[in-house]
Protein backbone atom coordinates (compact mmCIF):
# COMPACT_ATOMS: atom_id res chain seq x y z
CA UNK A 1 0.00 0.00 0.00
CA UNK A 2 1.49 3.54 -1.06
CA UNK A 3 1.10 6.53 0.05
CA UNK A 4 2.91 9.23 -1.83
CA UNK A 5 3.85 12.93 -0.22
CA UNK A 6 1.56 16.01 -0.72
CA UNK A 7 3.82 18.47 -2.10
CA UNK A 8 3.17 22.11 -1.43
CA UNK A 9 2.95 23.32 -4.61
CA UNK A 10 1.58 26.73 -5.85
CA UNK A 11 -0.97 26.04 -8.44
CA UNK A 12 -2.39 28.69 -11.09
CA UNK A 13 -6.09 27.67 -10.90
CA UNK A 14 -9.08 29.91 -10.92
CA UNK A 15 -11.43 29.19 -8.07
CA UNK A 16 -15.08 27.98 -9.05
CA UNK A 17 -18.03 29.40 -7.67
CA UNK A 18 -21.34 27.66 -8.07
CA UNK A 19 -24.44 29.49 -7.28
CA UNK A 20 -27.14 27.24 -7.72
CA UNK A 21 -30.26 29.37 -7.75
CA UNK A 22 -31.93 30.01 -11.49
CA UNK A 23 -29.76 30.69 -13.94
CA UNK A 24 -27.75 33.90 -14.14
CA UNK A 25 -24.61 35.31 -15.99
CA UNK A 26 -22.46 34.64 -12.26
CA UNK A 27 -23.62 30.82 -13.05
CA UNK A 28 -24.44 29.45 -16.37
CA UNK A 29 -21.83 26.34 -16.87
CA UNK A 30 -20.69 26.41 -13.59
CA UNK A 31 -20.36 22.49 -13.31
CA UNK A 32 -18.74 23.06 -16.84
CA UNK A 33 -15.93 25.45 -15.32
CA UNK A 34 -15.19 23.20 -12.61
CA UNK A 35 -14.72 20.28 -15.61
CA UNK A 36 -12.13 22.55 -17.04
CA UNK A 37 -10.51 23.52 -13.95
CA UNK A 38 -10.02 19.75 -13.13
CA UNK A 39 -8.64 18.60 -16.42
CA UNK A 40 -6.38 21.61 -16.46
CA UNK A 41 -5.07 20.19 -13.28
CA UNK A 42 -4.39 16.45 -14.81
CA UNK A 43 -2.26 17.50 -17.68
CA UNK A 44 0.13 18.18 -15.24
CA UNK A 45 1.95 14.90 -15.79
CA UNK A 46 5.26 14.93 -13.61
CA UNK A 47 3.27 14.55 -10.76
CA UNK A 48 -0.34 12.77 -10.32
CA UNK A 49 -0.36 12.51 -6.13
CA UNK A 50 -4.36 13.38 -5.58
CA UNK A 51 -4.31 16.38 -3.34
CA UNK A 52 -7.05 16.84 -1.45
CA UNK A 53 -9.27 20.09 -1.35
CA UNK A 54 -7.86 21.48 2.43
CA UNK A 55 -4.79 20.73 1.28
CA UNK A 56 -4.89 23.34 -1.62
CA UNK A 57 -4.75 26.39 0.93
CA UNK A 58 -3.78 28.98 -1.98
CA UNK A 59 -6.86 28.48 -3.27
CA UNK A 60 -9.16 29.46 -0.30
CA UNK A 61 -7.47 31.45 2.39
CA UNK A 62 -8.18 34.50 -0.38
CA UNK A 63 -11.63 33.84 0.29
CA UNK A 64 -11.53 33.23 4.15
CA UNK A 65 -9.58 36.26 4.94
CA UNK A 66 -11.44 39.27 6.93
CA UNK A 67 -14.69 36.91 7.09
CA UNK A 68 -16.01 35.81 10.55
CA UNK A 69 -15.69 31.54 9.67
CA UNK A 70 -17.55 28.84 10.61
CA UNK A 71 -16.40 25.26 10.14
CA UNK A 72 -18.04 21.96 10.22
CA UNK A 73 -15.26 19.32 11.13
CA UNK A 74 -14.39 16.13 12.65
CA UNK A 75 -11.17 14.49 12.88
CA UNK A 76 -10.79 13.79 9.31
CA UNK A 77 -10.55 17.39 8.46
CA UNK A 78 -6.43 17.85 8.28
CA UNK A 79 -4.07 19.28 6.19
CA UNK A 80 -1.47 16.53 5.05
CA UNK A 81 2.06 17.70 5.91
CA UNK A 82 3.51 14.46 4.84
CA UNK A 83 2.99 10.88 3.96
CA UNK A 84 5.19 7.77 3.42
CA UNK A 85 5.59 4.65 1.98
CA UNK A 86 3.28 2.13 4.35
CA UNK A 87 4.43 -1.59 3.85
CA UNK A 88 4.41 -4.92 5.71
CA UNK A 89 7.85 -4.44 7.01
CA UNK A 90 7.54 -0.72 8.12
CA UNK A 91 5.69 2.04 8.40
CA UNK A 92 5.93 5.55 9.48
CA UNK A 93 3.27 7.71 11.81
CA UNK A 94 1.49 10.23 9.07
CA UNK A 95 2.02 13.79 9.53
CA UNK A 96 -0.80 16.27 9.60
CA UNK A 97 -2.39 19.15 10.91
CA UNK A 98 -6.21 19.51 12.19
CA UNK A 99 -7.59 22.42 9.58
CA UNK A 100 -9.03 24.07 12.20
CA UNK A 101 -5.89 24.74 13.88
CA UNK A 102 -3.90 25.25 11.16
CA UNK A 103 -6.66 28.09 9.84
CA UNK A 104 -5.96 29.35 13.35
CA UNK A 105 -2.41 29.69 13.16
CA UNK A 106 -2.66 31.78 9.72
CA UNK A 107 -4.68 34.41 11.15
CA UNK A 108 -8.49 32.92 9.70
CA UNK A 109 -11.09 34.42 11.97
CA UNK A 110 -12.90 31.11 13.11
CA UNK A 111 -15.92 31.53 15.35
CA UNK A 112 -17.06 28.10 16.03
CA UNK A 113 -17.25 24.95 15.06
CA UNK A 114 -20.10 22.25 14.27
CA UNK A 115 -19.67 18.71 15.05
CA UNK A 116 -21.19 16.16 12.95
CA UNK A 117 -22.40 12.35 14.33
CA UNK A 118 -19.32 11.23 16.58
CA UNK A 119 -18.59 14.82 17.90
CA UNK A 120 -15.55 17.08 16.71
CA UNK A 121 -12.83 14.76 17.71
CA UNK A 122 -14.88 11.55 16.60
CA UNK A 123 -14.90 9.47 19.38
CA UNK A 124 -19.05 9.37 19.98
CA UNK A 125 -20.40 6.03 19.84
CA UNK A 126 -22.70 5.95 16.43
CA UNK A 127 -25.99 7.29 17.40
CA UNK A 128 -24.77 8.60 20.81
CA UNK A 129 -25.83 12.04 21.19
CA UNK A 130 -23.10 14.73 21.10
CA UNK A 131 -23.13 17.22 23.31
CA UNK A 132 -21.95 20.93 22.87
CA UNK A 133 -19.57 22.39 24.59
CA UNK A 134 -15.80 23.79 24.22
CA UNK A 135 -12.75 22.53 22.37
CA UNK A 136 -10.31 22.41 25.12
CA UNK A 137 -7.54 23.20 22.10
CA UNK A 138 -8.52 26.22 20.69
CA UNK A 139 -11.10 27.46 22.93
CA UNK A 140 -13.43 27.53 20.02
CA UNK A 141 -17.20 26.93 20.91
CA UNK A 142 -18.72 23.56 19.70
CA UNK A 143 -22.17 23.42 18.49
CA UNK A 144 -23.51 19.68 18.09
CA UNK A 145 -25.04 18.78 14.58
CA UNK A 146 -26.32 15.07 15.86
CA UNK A 147 -29.22 14.52 18.38
CA UNK A 148 -31.56 16.69 18.68
CA UNK A 149 -30.09 19.55 17.17
CA UNK A 150 -29.76 18.38 13.30
CA UNK A 151 -29.58 22.15 11.37
CA UNK A 152 -27.68 25.06 12.82
CA UNK A 153 -30.27 27.61 13.93
CA UNK A 154 -30.34 31.26 12.98
CA UNK A 155 -29.12 31.97 16.49
CA UNK A 156 -26.13 29.46 15.68
CA UNK A 157 -25.07 31.19 12.48
CA UNK A 158 -25.54 34.64 13.82
CA UNK A 159 -22.40 36.25 13.40
CA UNK A 160 -20.84 33.94 10.11
CA UNK A 161 -20.03 35.08 6.99
CA UNK A 162 -18.87 31.94 5.49
CA UNK A 163 -19.42 28.09 6.13
CA UNK A 164 -16.34 25.95 5.83
CA UNK A 165 -17.30 21.87 5.31
CA UNK A 166 -14.39 19.69 5.22
CA UNK A 167 -15.40 16.08 6.22
CA UNK A 168 -14.21 12.64 4.95
CA UNK A 169 -16.84 10.75 3.39
CA UNK A 170 -17.24 6.87 2.40
CA UNK A 171 -19.88 6.96 -0.15
CA UNK A 172 -22.97 5.01 1.62
CA UNK A 173 -26.39 6.71 1.51
CA UNK A 174 -26.49 5.85 5.58
CA UNK A 175 -23.39 7.42 6.77
CA UNK A 176 -24.49 10.68 8.17
CA UNK A 177 -22.20 13.32 7.40
CA UNK A 178 -24.31 13.83 3.84
CA UNK A 179 -27.33 13.79 5.96
CA UNK A 180 -25.54 16.88 7.90
CA UNK A 181 -24.75 18.29 4.72
CA UNK A 182 -27.82 18.64 3.79
CA UNK A 183 -29.27 20.49 6.89
CA UNK A 184 -26.39 22.47 6.73
CA UNK A 185 -27.07 23.74 2.91
CA UNK A 186 -30.52 24.40 3.85
CA UNK A 187 -29.74 26.97 6.93
CA UNK A 188 -27.01 28.49 5.04
CA UNK A 189 -29.71 29.20 2.43
CA UNK A 190 -31.75 30.25 4.45
CA UNK A 191 -29.58 33.16 5.95
CA UNK A 192 -27.68 33.68 2.32
CA UNK A 193 -24.46 32.37 4.08
CA UNK A 194 -22.08 30.77 1.58
CA UNK A 195 -20.65 27.23 2.03
CA UNK A 196 -16.88 26.63 0.99
CA UNK A 197 -16.07 23.02 0.90
CA UNK A 198 -13.15 21.63 0.74
CA UNK A 199 -13.38 18.32 -1.43
CA UNK A 200 -12.51 14.61 -0.54
CA UNK A 201 -12.44 11.71 -2.42
CA UNK A 202 -15.06 8.60 -2.09
CA UNK A 203 -12.87 5.42 -1.10
CA UNK A 204 -16.15 3.76 -2.37
CA UNK A 205 -16.67 5.86 -5.41
CA UNK A 206 -15.82 3.33 -7.99
CA UNK A 207 -19.21 1.62 -8.12
CA UNK A 208 -23.01 2.66 -7.44
CA UNK A 209 -24.92 0.11 -6.62
CA UNK A 210 -28.17 -1.15 -3.88
CA UNK A 211 -31.83 0.15 -3.57
CA UNK A 212 -32.85 3.56 -4.25
CA UNK A 213 -34.60 5.10 -1.74
CA UNK A 214 -38.21 5.61 -1.46
CA UNK A 215 -39.43 8.99 -0.30
CA UNK A 216 -42.04 6.89 2.62
CA UNK A 217 -38.86 5.67 4.18
CA UNK A 218 -36.97 9.39 4.75
CA UNK A 219 -35.12 9.25 7.53
CA UNK A 220 -31.68 11.16 9.30
CA UNK A 221 -30.32 7.60 7.87
CA UNK A 222 -31.27 8.35 4.50
CA UNK A 223 -32.82 11.63 3.30
CA UNK A 224 -32.63 11.25 -0.35
CA UNK A 225 -33.58 9.37 -3.23
CA UNK A 226 -30.53 7.83 -3.98
CA UNK A 227 -28.94 4.66 -3.86
CA UNK A 228 -27.01 3.08 -0.98
CA UNK A 229 -23.64 3.41 -2.80
CA UNK A 230 -24.03 6.93 -4.92
CA UNK A 231 -20.59 6.62 -6.38
CA UNK A 232 -19.97 10.43 -5.73
CA UNK A 233 -17.85 13.08 -3.38
CA UNK A 234 -19.21 15.52 -0.87
CA UNK A 235 -18.89 18.75 -3.43
CA UNK A 236 -20.31 16.69 -6.31
CA UNK A 237 -23.58 15.29 -3.64
CA UNK A 238 -23.89 19.14 -2.77
CA UNK A 239 -24.43 20.03 -6.41
CA UNK A 240 -27.40 17.49 -6.81
CA UNK A 241 -28.68 18.32 -3.42
CA UNK A 242 -28.78 21.68 -4.84
CA UNK A 243 -29.67 20.89 -8.66
CA UNK A 244 -32.44 18.54 -7.71
CA UNK A 245 -34.65 20.69 -5.59
CA UNK A 246 -33.87 18.49 -2.33
CA UNK A 247 -33.82 21.47 0.35
CA UNK A 248 -36.60 22.59 2.08
CA UNK A 249 -39.21 24.90 -0.76
CA UNK A 250 -36.78 24.67 -3.23
CA UNK A 251 -34.18 26.83 -2.09
CA UNK A 252 -30.21 26.89 -3.22
CA UNK A 253 -27.35 27.16 -1.44
CA UNK A 254 -24.26 29.26 -2.89
CA UNK A 255 -21.52 26.35 -2.71
CA UNK A 256 -17.84 27.38 -3.19
CA UNK A 257 -15.98 23.96 -4.45
CA UNK A 258 -12.05 23.68 -3.95
CA UNK A 259 -11.62 20.45 -5.92
CA UNK A 260 -9.15 17.24 -5.30
CA UNK A 261 -6.81 17.53 -7.65
CA UNK A 262 -5.26 14.52 -9.89
CA UNK A 263 -9.04 12.80 -8.65
CA UNK A 264 -11.27 10.45 -10.19
CA UNK A 265 -14.17 7.89 -9.02
CA UNK A 266 -11.56 5.01 -10.28
CA UNK A 267 -8.58 5.77 -8.68
CA UNK A 268 -7.76 3.72 -5.64
CA UNK A 269 -8.12 6.04 -2.31
CA UNK A 270 -6.93 5.05 1.18
CA UNK A 271 -7.78 6.67 3.98
CA UNK A 272 -4.84 7.47 6.48
CA UNK A 273 -7.62 8.50 9.35
CA UNK A 274 -10.51 6.90 10.37
CA UNK A 275 -13.48 8.45 9.52
CA UNK A 276 -15.90 6.92 12.56
CA UNK A 277 -14.27 4.75 15.73
CA UNK A 278 -16.20 1.89 13.96
CA UNK A 279 -14.16 2.16 10.41
CA UNK A 280 -11.19 1.76 11.64
CA UNK A 281 -9.54 0.59 8.09
CA UNK A 282 -9.87 0.11 4.60
CA UNK A 283 -11.15 -2.76 4.62
CA UNK A 284 -13.82 -2.19 7.15
CA UNK A 285 -14.97 0.71 4.70
CA UNK A 286 -15.08 -0.88 1.64
CA UNK A 287 -17.11 -3.66 3.21
CA UNK A 288 -19.41 -1.40 5.11
CA UNK A 289 -22.18 -0.98 2.84
CA UNK A 290 -22.44 -4.37 2.06
CA UNK A 291 -21.98 -5.19 5.69
CA UNK A 292 -24.12 -2.37 7.38
CA UNK A 293 -27.57 -3.50 6.61
CA UNK A 294 -27.17 -6.26 9.81
CA UNK A 295 -27.43 -3.47 12.32
CA UNK A 296 -30.98 -3.69 11.45
CA UNK A 297 -30.57 -7.52 12.38
CA UNK A 298 -29.97 -9.21 15.22
CA UNK A 299 -26.07 -9.58 13.85
CA UNK A 300 -23.09 -7.92 14.62
CA UNK A 301 -20.61 -6.93 12.49
CA UNK A 302 -18.42 -6.98 14.94
CA UNK A 303 -18.96 -3.66 17.11
CA UNK A 304 -17.11 -4.38 20.81
CA UNK A 305 -14.20 -5.81 19.01
CA UNK A 306 -10.96 -4.90 16.81
CA UNK A 307 -12.53 -6.60 13.89
CA UNK A 308 -15.49 -2.99 13.60
CA UNK A 309 -16.99 -4.22 10.01
CA UNK A 310 -14.68 -7.22 9.23
CA UNK A 311 -16.64 -9.96 11.44
CA UNK A 312 -20.23 -10.80 11.13
CA UNK A 313 -21.78 -13.30 13.94
CA UNK A 314 -24.85 -14.24 15.92
CA UNK A 315 -25.71 -16.12 19.42
CA UNK A 316 -28.60 -17.56 17.21
CA UNK A 317 -26.80 -18.86 14.04
CA UNK A 318 -24.25 -21.39 14.47
CA UNK A 319 -24.17 -22.91 10.95
CA UNK A 320 -21.43 -25.69 10.27
CA UNK A 321 -19.30 -23.32 8.25
CA UNK A 322 -18.31 -21.20 11.03
CA UNK A 323 -14.46 -19.50 11.44
CA UNK A 324 -14.85 -17.16 13.34
CA UNK A 325 -16.46 -16.81 17.41
CA UNK A 326 -16.19 -13.70 19.31
CA UNK A 327 -17.59 -12.05 22.56
CA UNK A 328 -18.55 -8.17 21.86
CA UNK A 329 -16.98 -6.30 24.90
CA UNK A 330 -17.32 -2.29 25.24
CA UNK A 331 -14.65 -0.33 23.95
CA UNK A 332 -13.99 2.92 22.00
CA UNK A 333 -16.86 3.69 20.04
CA UNK A 334 -19.18 0.64 21.45
CA UNK A 335 -20.05 1.33 24.75
CA UNK A 336 -22.99 -0.74 24.65
CA UNK A 337 -22.34 -3.37 21.55
CA UNK A 338 -24.87 -5.87 20.52
CA UNK A 339 -24.84 -9.09 22.22
CA UNK A 340 -22.40 -7.51 24.62
CA UNK A 341 -20.50 -10.57 26.61
CA UNK A 342 -22.05 -13.38 24.56
CA UNK A 343 -20.67 -15.73 22.16
CA UNK A 344 -21.45 -14.82 18.56
CA UNK A 345 -21.06 -17.28 15.53
CA UNK A 346 -19.87 -16.49 12.34
CA UNK A 347 -17.51 -15.03 9.43
CA UNK A 348 -13.62 -13.76 9.54
CA UNK A 349 -14.48 -11.45 6.32
CA UNK A 350 -10.71 -9.68 6.73
CA UNK A 351 -9.14 -11.30 4.10
CA UNK A 352 -12.26 -10.56 1.61
CA UNK A 353 -11.70 -9.60 -2.19
CA UNK A 354 -12.43 -6.15 -2.73
CA UNK A 355 -16.25 -5.31 -3.13
CA UNK A 356 -17.20 -3.29 -6.65
CA UNK A 357 -21.10 -4.72 -6.20
CA UNK A 358 -22.86 -4.65 -2.79
CA UNK A 359 -22.67 -8.21 -1.13
CA UNK A 360 -26.06 -9.80 -0.30
CA UNK A 361 -24.85 -13.33 0.26
CA UNK A 362 -23.79 -12.98 3.93
CA UNK A 363 -27.31 -11.46 4.54
CA UNK A 364 -29.36 -13.96 3.16
CA UNK A 365 -27.29 -16.43 4.75
CA UNK A 366 -27.48 -15.14 7.97
CA UNK A 367 -31.64 -14.65 7.72
CA UNK A 368 -31.83 -18.34 6.84
CA UNK A 369 -29.68 -19.79 9.53
CA UNK A 370 -31.61 -17.84 12.03
CA UNK A 371 -35.02 -19.58 10.30
CA UNK A 372 -33.80 -22.69 11.11
CA UNK A 373 -31.74 -22.83 14.35
CA UNK A 374 -33.46 -20.36 16.47
CA UNK A 375 -36.64 -19.97 15.01
CA UNK A 376 -38.14 -17.53 17.85
CA UNK A 377 -35.54 -14.76 17.32
CA UNK A 378 -36.90 -11.98 15.41
CA UNK A 379 -34.48 -11.04 12.57
CA UNK A 380 -35.06 -8.44 11.16
CA UNK A 381 -35.43 -4.98 13.11
CA UNK A 382 -37.71 -2.19 12.42
CA UNK A 383 -34.25 0.16 12.02
CA UNK A 384 -33.88 -2.56 8.75
CA UNK A 385 -36.09 -0.89 6.61
CA UNK A 386 -34.46 2.76 7.32
CA UNK A 387 -30.93 1.36 6.37
CA UNK A 388 -32.38 -0.12 3.04
CA UNK A 389 -34.57 2.77 2.59
CA UNK A 390 -37.44 0.47 1.16
CA UNK A 391 -39.56 -2.70 2.34
CA UNK A 392 -39.19 -4.66 -0.54
CA UNK A 393 -35.50 -5.97 0.47
CA UNK A 394 -36.85 -7.62 3.79
CA UNK A 395 -39.64 -8.64 1.81
CA UNK A 396 -37.41 -10.31 -1.22
CA UNK A 397 -35.13 -12.03 1.12
CA UNK A 398 -38.11 -13.35 3.76
CA UNK A 399 -39.53 -14.42 0.45
CA UNK A 400 -36.53 -16.34 -0.65
CA UNK A 401 -35.16 -14.43 -3.37
CA UNK A 402 -31.01 -15.06 -4.50
CA UNK A 403 -28.74 -12.07 -4.41
CA UNK A 404 -28.73 -11.98 -8.28
CA UNK A 405 -32.35 -11.94 -8.33
CA UNK A 406 -32.12 -9.05 -5.76
CA UNK A 407 -29.87 -6.68 -7.46
CA UNK A 408 -32.10 -7.41 -10.74
CA UNK A 409 -34.80 -5.76 -9.49
CA UNK A 410 -32.62 -2.63 -8.60
CA UNK A 411 -31.54 -1.91 -11.68
CA UNK A 412 -34.40 0.09 -13.58
CA UNK A 413 -34.28 2.76 -10.72
CA UNK A 414 -30.02 2.46 -10.91
CA UNK A 415 -30.10 3.67 -15.05
CA UNK A 416 -32.17 6.11 -13.73
CA UNK A 417 -30.12 7.69 -10.97
CA UNK A 418 -26.99 7.38 -12.94
CA UNK A 419 -28.43 9.51 -15.64
CA UNK A 420 -29.58 12.40 -12.53
CA UNK A 421 -25.78 11.70 -11.47
CA UNK A 422 -24.12 12.59 -14.71
CA UNK A 423 -25.66 16.16 -14.15
CA UNK A 424 -23.62 16.73 -10.95
CA UNK A 425 -19.88 14.88 -11.63
CA UNK A 426 -16.99 16.85 -11.11
CA UNK A 427 -14.48 14.01 -11.93
CA UNK A 428 -14.30 11.38 -14.40
Known amino acids: MRFNIFKNTVLIFVLITISCGSKTKNDVSSNDEILKQVQSDSTIVEDKTIVVGANRTELYLPLLKGKRVGIIANQTSVIFKEIDTFSTKSSKEESHKHLVDSLLLLKIDVKKVFAPEHGFRGTADAGEVVKDGIDTKTGLPIVSLYGKNKKPSIEQLNGIDIIVFDIQDVGARFYT ?126 RGTNKQFQIVGSPFSIMPDIDIEFIPIPNEGAKNPKHEGKFCYGYKLDNYEKLNTINLSWLIK ?55 RQNYLIYK
Open 366 to 420: FYRANKQFAPNETYFKPFFTKLAGTKKLQQQIEAGMNSEGIRKSWQKDLVAFKKV
Open 177 to 302: YISSLHYVMEACAEQNIPILILDRPNPNGHYIDGPVLEPEHKSFVGMHPVPVVHGMTISEYAQMINGENWLKDGIKCELKIIPIKHYSHQKEYNLIIKPSPNLPNNKAINLYPSLCFFEGTNVSVG
